[in-house]
């Protein structure tokens, strides 16, 4: 059985991938950071060279929301990009033949809005409320690129999935993305009975979003013929939603019946973050899960481990 690493295996995204019933087809290794400091160059080395994976999913890394963000930009510039160069500097070591890197719709210009193709990566100014985390993961993206310019015989990959949600998602309101956080506000509203719900912005702001085991479906579909797919890969539905959107069909699903109030001086990121998926529909691939089956999963997870 063909040995695979994966790096962030108690985050949402690694542990929907070990739910997922395709990784059954896979030796699993997901070290914790206790086991595998990823930064820690010399013992990341020494583990890929012990171990010898045949093929790797980088899921780690500091990930938060705005607020977490906007806090603290140096952390999520500094952590990302050490973690990102340290494995992929192992991997190199290793001669690990297959490399999945997953980056960010974070790296793409905040000024385009949608059908954000991957050749638009670094031709126009970052969003400035998470630049540090999305400068973080082009160096990674193009380090994983140059790699397999320089040795054809690797099968080196980014995916660059728009914005997740799903079991295993962080709901902790000061580092969680819109729609937990959006989940966690109205469920909280209705049990206190508020009866008025406040919305960052004017509502309008779009954003896409992606069922995590989606996402975990298209990382094994990928992992099976890393060849068959573009060294650069956009990864969503292709549709988007306004935040007012996203916070009725979540009351929707609650049972939440209040009103909504907006604070148009709150920050709300980029208007719009719509990627192109040409080339996944090129691929053969599209997720599966309606937004409201997958909010409605995410809320009973929810109810079940975090209310």
């Not at 171990?51 to 999520?76: L, M, S, T």
């Not at 506000?185 to 509502?203: M, Q």
Request: charged share 20%.
């Amino acid at each position: 059985m063909t040995r695979l690493l994966l790096t962030g295996g108690t985050g949402m995204v690694g542990r929907n991938l070990l739910a997922h019933p395709g990784i059954a087809a896979w030796q699993v290794m997901a070290p914790s950071r206790a086991e595998l400091d990823l930064c820690d160059a010399a013992a990341t080395r020494d583990w890929l060279l012990r171990h010898r994976p045949q093929a790797v999913v980088h899921a780690a890394g500091r990930v938060g929301g705005i607020q977490a963000n906007i806090a603290e930009p140096v952390r999520f510039l500094e952590e990302n990009a050490r973690i990102g160069l340290n494995l992929t500097a192992a991997c190199r070591a290793a001669r690990v033949p297959v490399l999945l890197n997953l980056s960010s719709s974070c790296v793409y210009p905040r000024d385009l809005g949608r059908d954000l193709a991957e050749e638009q990566v670094l031709t126009g100014t970052l969003e400035p409320t998470n630049e540090g985390y999305a400068l973080a993961k082009i160096m990674v993206m193009r380090l994983v690129e140059y790699a397999g310019r320089e040795e054809p015989g690797l099968s080196w990959r980014t995916l660059i999935p728009c914005n997740l949600y799903g079991p295993h998602d962080s709901f902790d309101p000061a580092r969680s993305h819109l729609l937990p956080a959006i989940i966690d506000k109205l469920h909280r509203a209705k049990i206190a009975g508020a009866d008025e719900v406040e919305i960052w912005g004017d509502g309008t702001a779009r954003r896409e979003f992606m069922y995590a085991p989606d996402l975990a479906d298209a990382i094994l579909r990928a992992l099976a013929d890393p060849g068959a797919m573009p060294p650069v890969m956009n990864v969503g539905p292709g549709e988007d939603h306004s935040i007012d959107d996203y916070y009725r069909i979540a009351a929707e699903v609650i049972g939440w019946r209040g009103r909504f109030r907006h604070d148009p001086t709150r920050p709300v990121g980029m208007r719009q973050k719509l990627l192109s998926v040409a080339r996944q529909a090129a691929w053969g691939w599209a997720p599966a899960t309606p937004l409201c089956q997958g909010i409605a999963a995410t809320y009973q997870h929810y109810l079940e481990h975090h209310a």
